[in-house]
């Protein structure tokens, strides 16, 4: 079928920043590399500033712009509502947004707490039952070598899983004059370094293994525990320095480390920090078993290094080149070698949405696996405000 043939899905994007942008990026081109069973297309950007909205479709790629995101999801001509806002509006727009019938994308950590999370679960369940799907976006779970590390270990390549190993490190904030952003304020964030990235790291270990965990031990730390405030809007690494000198309280974690347990009897270790200096956006997830290991690094997204420990004397650890058509997602790109970068992640991600709603099968990670992940996130600063008591889950 042509584009043209195709059911329609009118997309609306709340926020327009960071990850509005990838997100836009991702709308902008699925149907160009995917053979979708519906056509997308970008009908409407809101943000609050008219002005910053207008500017925002226009660079971005968006037919109108809006500022009041309840009028939009009202709309009968919207069929999607993508949530690239900061996690506190998160609760509010999405479950409005499936009350009024529309397929709900938002962003990771699914809510800033665990009773916001639950409530938007019940309510994408009931949602369901009148054909809205649900998903949150945890994107790193769309990198062909993170889905090829997850079939490998479900098709038994690593045996019996010892040990899992995640760290998320950045260094965007270890200078003290970094203004006081959204990010660093738990009103808005509901949790620091923890629940922006730790989120991810912990959510790849459970998608990779198949296993949850079910017990933490935790600590964080906050090192720069007042900051400037921020002249401009906020957004990461686009803020200004108050130079007012004015400063402010940060009310969030810098960093967070953990060892944990998995309900297939795994140990495990994670490390989510802003201040490993040098680190830009640093993920290694290491998975070693009973019969060899799985090591993906994001510096390296093309590749994922493979311990066959049946390999006699040729064992050592190998790099899969994850650029061949048989591998995730790739037959929608280039040809082998060429590999994909950060963007296509989304892009992936955006395929498996709307290919969910051509289909009507659920998509994952649904918001009962982002409440997963809420549950998972209190009990490590449950852990840590208990001096790193051990934590059920
Ligand atoms: C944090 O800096 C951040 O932007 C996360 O919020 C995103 O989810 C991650 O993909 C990149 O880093």
Redesign the pocket.
Known sequence: MTDGEKRTVRIAMIGYA?MGAAHSQAWRNVHRFFDLGVHPEMAVVVGRDGGKAAEAAQRLGWQSFATDWREVIARDDIDVVDICTPGDTHAEIAIAALQAGKHVLCE?PLANTVAEAEEMAAVAATARADGALSMVGF?YRRVPAVALMRRMVADGAVGEIRHVRGQYM?DWITDPDFPLVWRLRKEVAGSGALG??GA?VLDMAQFVTGQRINGVAAQTETFVRERPLPEGDGA?GAATSGGGGETGEVTVDDAAVLIARTDGGALATFEATRFATGRK?HIVLEVNGSAGSLVFEFEDMNGLRYYDAAAGDRAGFTRIDVTEPTHPYIDGWWPAGHGLGYEHTFVNQARDFLEAIATGEDPSPSFEEGLAIQRLLTAVEQSAEQNAAWTHI
């Open positions: 960071f990771k994107s950045q922006d990235i991810h990461l956006n």
